[in-house]
């Protein structure tokens, strides 16, 4: 048999290049979410005018060159809002996520490794959360910490983390069963050690998996939760509070509604396929949740 | 059978204690002061004082709890702070409005979803298929405020096809009256002949019925064309294909049931995402529900209206999961010994 | 010369996608008298499983499958799978490899069982039934009209299997396909089964491709052997003939690792994998996994070639030893 001639097969950047542009679906959502990312980061470059800056005789002008997607009812201008806002939503996205893996991965982690009973309580202890309809818990939470963004995004944070700390305990059940995680043990090393450099390198993937696929409803949840009234206020700029205010006048100003709302479109739609995308990536066989 | 159905109502309690334990803490714990949440804004030193005596609230945690759960048994569920009426009678006074609503997303998930994802596999990548799969992907990502706003700009803004929000309209409901049977205007309204009053109630359903159920529509097309493609790789498709039996025999008669049970859960799970989600819609809507109740007792700050209506959901949505639990038995021939 | 129960002539199959047709069967000829039954062994990946599938239009729609195929007779299409299955209706039986999957678990056996024999034969549910019912009889299934109307996995995996054969003979079938039937069984029950269907196909005079991977099996019921590699037969004969003096490599090889009851000798295994569809473009597949290999193994492709009694396809067979 002769050798596999390996020089020159692509480096593993260049495959994941190759198969980001292959995939057309997760192209579309990268494209997207880097549109929606860079109106997000050069808000203040981008932007024609001062989105906090009220004007009452430019109030609900339609779209124009000068506004491009025309003003509010106080009339600000609903682009340069529009930019800012992109800001607001990625952030509640990342740190919500971000939050929900950190505080729900470990739990998952060491109920999966301390197994038996430990795991039962974990699974009852989920339970009472994911009984919940979507939206209540968030809403009991931020009305009892009060209303603002920060509140919103702790509350979505602690209805969030019960379904990482799932998945990954399933995970981290299976591999603590495992051969590897078996020999750790039995080599002598500690709980700490082998959590960390034994057990969580293998339990994270679906973790991840799910938090790129979760990003999106996230955002979803958030301008929502603002579009009812609790979460972001004035003078926050954040896209549901926009669609909100406009409720009074949308029928005949149409474009002070929609602007924001199909921001939001777009920006979920983008990080959907892109959240599909990475699970195609890290996990093709797909029996994530 | 008999030991699962008890283990499953077990856990049901279980669970059910438990979000029992989820409000309490978020109602007395959470909060800065939980006096106040239950009073309103800027109670007087006198009335915190009395409430804090009467409720028991400088009692320890657990005596507390107690108190909660027996009231919570007895169905007290306090005062709302808006309406001053028990929270109990005003969710009673609203619940069937909330129930027609998320019965007719239901039904109408169901009824264009489950076959929409079944074409879908069954021709997988033809024009159903490619249609399907749109749905699915864009309905995930339109927050239903959005698809709720849309359609009253188009419906009712500009081509006045639809009545904007409400449940019907005030007039028609004095002029053609109907006795009130089920709670449910369609129903009662047809039950009692009144036509003109079933129109309007249509009418005024139709809206907020399309805008709740997009998403979960998505989902629905979604999974069962999954789950449809899945039952059609099992081996005994192979079996029935090789004694001869057709295409659409082995499709619809063998493949969709082993392709519905699995089904039978997520039917379960809509139901949970629709109540959720009709918060919002209601909102839009102004319709008389739970959901917007909830809103309202938000922005005015009426807790004990908004944790009795979330744990009175959740304990709704577990019942409704358990039942559909015990549906598996009749349904799933797997499952008999 | 009777006409052949199962009569295949180059029988081919590729699969089409983006990247072109994988060809993964070049060329299988083969003849099953009635009341014979041929045993085809090979590994995964050998086309011992693709060949009946082709034969019976169970291949999915991107197959091209050319050759000609003809059960006790009659000429079958192969230009589409559909037509594929319409032909060969009412002449070709499957036993499968395993009988809980191979039923649908979610309806009860009398219902698939005469659904599957009214399709087949295109009698009245009646007659499916009492059919049915017969072949449950005769199979030794306890109390026959309750093991009908029972639901798969109500009943053990040995019990599903003689529902399989029930079926599969209700139908009156010409030529019977056996595609691992024992496989998934205990070894206690297995016996059992692959005797049924050798009485039941001597009875009949029903012509038996019997599908497997155990030597041992073949040597119990098979009257003659296919043996496959990478897509075409490499060699062929009555099972005495391979079993002590198999002349192509692979065989020897086959035979060699499989362990035999009371002989202590090592557990020889074949080195290597079997080549992937299209791999080897040149010379014999077996080639590179072969310890006996010339000249011309690495350079030509090795064609059938018939001897008085079988065949091997072979440039370096395995010389006769004269007794």
């Known amino acids: 048999m002769t050798a596999v001639d390996t020089s020159n097969e692509p480096s593993r950047w260049a495959t994941l290049l190759g198969r980001v542009a292959g995939n057309k679906t997760f192209f579309v959502g990268f494209v997207l979410f880097i549109i929606v990312l860079i109106a997000a980061i050069f808000a203040p470059l981008l932007a024609t005018y001062d989105p906090l800056a009220i004007n009452f005789d430019d109030k609900l002008l339609p779209p124009s060159l000068t506004h491009f997607f025309g003003t509010d009812e106080l009339g600000r201008d609903l682009y340069s809002r529009i930019l800012y806002g992109a800001r607001t939503s990625l952030m509640i996205g990342l740190m919500v996520t971000i939050l929900a893996v950190l505080i729900g991965t470990p739990i998952g982690l060491i109920a999966g490794y301390a197994g038996g009973r430990f795991g039962f309580w974990l699974m009852r202890f989920t339970d009472v959360f994911i009984a919940f309809p979507p939206l209540l818990l968030p809403i009991a939470i931020t009305a009892a910490l009060g209303q603002g963004l920060y509140e919103a995004m702790i509350a979505l944070s602690i209805s969030a983390f019960p379904w990482y700390a799932r998945i990954v305990y399933s995970e981290s059940q299976r591999v603590s069963q495992s051969l590897y995680v078996k020999s750790a043990k039995a080599s002598g090393f500690g709980h700490g050690r082998i959590l960390f450099k034994h057990m969580l390198p293998n339990c994270w993937t679906p973790a991840i998996t799910q938090a790129s696929m979760d990003f999106g409803y996230t955002i979803l949840a958030a301008a929502s939760l603002s579009f009812i009234g609790i979460g972001a206020k004035e003078p926050d700029i954040e896209w549901g509070l926009m669609v909100a205010t406009s409720r009074t006048k949308f029928l005949d100003f149409w474009w002070v509604a929609m602007m924001p709302g199909f921001a939001i479109l777009i920006t979920v739609f983008a990080l959907n396929l892109l959240g599909d995308g990475v699970r195609d990536l890290l996990d093709p066989k797909g029996d994530g949740k | ?337 | 010369m009777t006409v052949p129960a199962f009569s295949v002539r180059d029988l081919r199959v590729g699969y089409s996608s983006r990247r072109g047709v994988t060809q993964v069967l070049h060329g299988v000829s083969m003849d099953i008298a009635p009341g014979e039954i041929v045993g085809m062994v090979g590994e995964s990946g050998s086309g011992k499983s693709t060949t009946p599938s082709a034969a019976l239009g169970l291949v999915t729609e991107n197959a091209i499958v050319t050759g000609s195929v003809e059960m006790a007779g009659q000429p079958i299409r192969l230009g589409r799978a559909k037509e594929t299955r319409q032909d060969a209706r009412g002449k070709a039986s499957v036993i499968f490899q395993q009988p809980m999957r191979a039923f649908s678990p979610y309806d009860r056996l009398d219902r698939q069982i005469t659904d599957a024999i009214m399709a087949q034969i295109g009698v009245s549910r009646a007659e499916a039934h009492q059919k049915a019912l017969d072949g449950f009889t005769e199979l030794k299934l306890p109390d026959p009209a309750l093991a009908l109307r029972k639901y798969p996995h109500q009943m053990s995996g040995g019990q599903l299997q003689r529902a399989m054969i029930a079926l599969a003979f209700a139908c009156k079938p010409q030529v019977l396909i056996c595609d691992e039937p024992t496989t998934a069984l205990d070894v206690t029950v297995q016996a059992q089964v692959i005797h049924m269907i050798r009485t039941l196909a001597e009875e009949r005079g029903v012509g038996v491709l019997f599908i497997t991977h155990d030597l041992g099996v073949v040597a119990e019921i098979c009257d003659r052997v296919y043996v496959m590699y990478s897509g075409q037969i490499v060699e062929e004969n009555t099972v005495n003939a391979v079993l002590k003096q198999p002349r192509h490599r692979y065989t020897r090889a086959l035979l060699n690792s499989t362990p035999v009851m009371g002989e202590k000798t090592r557990f020889q295994t074949i080195p290597g994998n079997a080549p992937g569809a299209g791999e080897i473009k040149v010379g014999c597949p077996f080639a590179p996994r072969c310890q006996a290999t010339n000249d011309l193994c690495t350079t030509e492709f090795p064609a059938l070639q018939h001897q008085a009694e079988g065949s091997f396809a072979c440039h370096n067979p395995e010389p006769l030893e004269t007794v």
């Open chain 2, 1 to 337: 059978m008999f030991t699962y159905v008890l283990k499953r109502l077990g856990t049901m309690v279980l669970i059910l204690l438990g979000v029992l334990v989820m409000t309490f803490f978020i109602s007395r714990v959470l909060p800065g002061s939980p006096v106040e949440m239950l009073l309103g804004s800027r109670p007087t030193a006198e009335a915190v004082a009395r409430v804090t005596e009467e409720m028991g609230l400088d009692r320890p945690l657990p005596v507390q709890f107690v108190r909660y759960m027996g009231e919570v048994i007895q169905g007290d569920f306090g005062n709302s702070l808006m309406t001053k009426r028990p929270v109990l009678t005003e969710i009673g006074e609203r619940f069937p409005a909330t129930l027609e609503l998320v019965l007719c997303s239901v039904l109408l998930v169901l009824i264009v979803g489950v076959p929409l994802g079944v074409f879908a596999a069954l021709r997988q990548n033809g024009v159903i298929d490619v249609v399907a799969r749109s749905i699915s992907a864009l309905g995930v990502a339109v927050p239903t405020f959005l698809i709720a706003m849309m359609l009253q700009l188009l419906f009712a803004g500009k081509l006045r096809w639809l009545p904007l929000q409400g449940r019907i309209d005030d007039l028609v409901l004095l002029d053609h009256e109907f006795p009130s049977v089920t709670g449910l205007y369609l129903v009662d309204s047809a039950l009692a002949g009144q036509w003109v009053a079933f129109q309007s109630a249509a009418a005024h359903l139709a809206m907020p019925t399309l805008a709740l159920s997009l998403s979960a529509l998505a989902l629905i097309v979604r999974i069962t064309r999954t789950m449809m493609i899945e039952a059609l790789s099992e081996e005994f498709v192979t079996t029935l294909r090789a004694y001869g039996l057709s295409s659409t025999r082995v499709n619809f008669r063998y493949v969709l049931k082993a392709a519905m049970i699995p089904l039978l859960t997520v039917v379960g799970m809509t139901f949970g995402y629709l109540l959720g989600t009709s918060v919002v819609a209601e909102f839009v809507f102004d319709w008389p529900g739970i959901g917007g109740f909830i809103v309202r007792a938000i922005t005015t700050s009426d807790f004990p209206s908004v944790m009795a209506i979330t744990m009175l959901l959740a304990s709704a949505y577990l019942i409704i999961t358990f039942f559909v639990d015990m549906l598996h038995f009749a349904v799933d021939p797997r499952l008999r010994p």
